[in-house]
């Protein structure tokens, strides 16, 4: 059965008929086009294809789209600046090198939003827990947790001189 | 797309109910990480489900005035480590369910759902063991309260009838009250791993910190169930701290578990894992309580 379903994807409103036995990765990829959002195991294993549900990391290939109604979709297409250009976290996986073939890429720079979102300066057990979900079989991560190491680095010092900044006013 | 033949997504739990008694062959899906699976492995064909995950009164985690501590089944595992209450009175069960699979996984999950799903290797069932959780389950017929000592009937399958949910997990404040508690999770990998052996144990000292109050000690996977120990429990109680206490609590334990061989790991294996994580889990209980094994 059909059932329309509303949305707010990568900041816009959507109203998307879909079959209800869809996930919410085909749903992005094949009705909305965005295909950043990878399809790997589809079993929540690999990663590839997670999004933002409402700020949090889901695997999008076990979430039924049904359940999306009236929620906050973020994908890598909505990180695009004004004018087209990269957000920070891309740039330092551009930087870094953490990427290869590029299939997990999109998945692990959302878990990165998230992380990064939090504000919180974690060190590399933590982000290696924090990656956890997410497969690579090109680049060993190293390069993946230099990337995130800077991201979270570069933002918690931002964050901190924005703190200072406000008290200081 | 899933091999499902209809899925409604309820806004109460009255409707869930509604919905389950109209399809007594429908089925409750939560967060859906597990049944998703099941469903991608073709196990569940042109089944009916009900959708419970976006019900607001399934979350979130409250305090009573008697100081119970009611989780909401539809709550996240990631919401629930990360939880105020959680973190200041429970953090062993914080801990035990950020184990679960991975990051996505636990923002995914729910609690209701690891223990609806009646198996033994479910990351919060042997801390809700020993938390002795009362499960409150709601269906037709009203409200019934199932100590979680009775909720597992065998390998994949729990008291809940299939057209009752089970709509909070509640501990009681002398479960938790001056406990000191710690799970181990032992699988071949940190994440994304199903537990080969998860071992949860909390201890009360006496006033003194020289001898055990109460003892307990839960087990997954070393049984067809979630399993509590229960002699070795009543042998330590009021006996002083010390290594040959441990030896006395781990040669009990190993009479009441019954692991079996699979796959992932042999009976002869898991028996060696009961005793050594006990070991580690009861130390490390008894010196966040303040008391010392080796005086």
Not at chain 1, 56 to 78: N, Q, R
Request: proline share 3%; aromatic share 4%; glycine share 10%.
């Amino acid at each position: 059965m059909f059932k329309i379903i509303h949305m707010v994807v990568n900041g816009k409103e959507v109203e998307v008929p879909v079959d209800e036995r869809e996930s919410l990765l085909e749903t992005l990829r094949n009705r909305l086009g965005l295909t950043s959002v990878k399809k790997g195991c589809e079993v929540g294993e690999c990663g590839a294809c997670t999004v933002l549900v409402d700020g949090e990391a889901i695997d999008s290939c076990i979430y039924m789209t049904v359940c999306a109604e009236g929620k906050h979709i973020l994908t890598t297409e909505g990180l695009k600046g004004p004018n087209g250009e990269l957000s920070p976290i891309q740039k330092a996986f551009v930087e870094e090198a953490a990427v290869q073939c590029g299939f997990c890429t999109p998945g692990l720079i959302m878990s990165a939003v998230e992380i990064v979102g939090t504000g919180k300066r974690y060190n590399r057990e933590e982000l290696k827990k924090l990656i956890s979900g997410h497969l690579c079989r090109c680049t060993g991560y190293e390069n993946i947790l230099n990337a995130m190491e800077r991201i979270v680095e570069e933002t918690y010092q931002v964050t901190q001189r924005n703190f200072a900044e406000e008290k200081n006013c | 797309m899933y091999d499902i033949e209809s899925v409604i997504v309820a806004s109460t739990v009255d409707e869930a109910i509604e919905e389950l008694v109209k399809n007594p062959k429908a089925e409750v899906i939560s967060g859906g990480t597990d049944v998703l699976i099941k469903i991608r492995e073709g196990k569940m064909a042109g089944c009916h489900l009900v959708n419970i995950s976006n019900i607001p009164e399934l979350k979130g985690i409250e305090m009573d005035s008697d100081g119970t501590i009611i989780i909401k089944a539809a709550t996240v595992f990631s919401h629930i480590t990360n939880d105020d209450i959680i973190k200041q009175y429970i953090p062993n069960l914080g801990d035990a369910v950020d184990q679960v699979g991975g990051p996505q996984i636990r923002n995914m999950g729910t609690i209701g759902g690891n223990v609806c799903n009646g198996v033994t290797s479910a990351d919060s069932a042997s801390t809700l063991c020993v938390l002795d959780a009362k499960m409150e389950l709601k269906g037709p017929e009203g409200t019934r309260i199932i100590p979680i000592t009775e909720w597992y009937q065998g390998a994949g399958k729990t008291v809940r009838k299939q057209n009752e949910i089970l709509t909070a997990i509640r501990i009681e404040k002398e479960n938790y009250e001056g406990y000191h508690g710690r799970y181990i999770k032992y699988g071949k990998r940190k994440a994304m791993e199903i537990a080969t052996l998860g071992c949860s144990v909390m201890t009360k000292l006496t006033p003194d910190k020289k001898a055990i109050e109460k003892l307990k000690i839960g087990y997954g996977v070393a049984g067809p169930v979630p399993m509590r120990c229960v002699e070795a429990e009543q042998m330590a109680r009021g006996k002083t701290v010390s290594r040959e206490l441990l030896d006395c609590i781990c040669e009990n334990v190993l009479k009441e578990v019954h692991p079996r061989s699979s796959w992932r790991a042999s009976k002869e294996f898991r028996l060696q894992l009961v005793e050594e994580m006990l070991r580690r889990a009861f130390e490390e209980t008894v010196i966040a309580g303040g008391g010392n094994i080796d005086v």
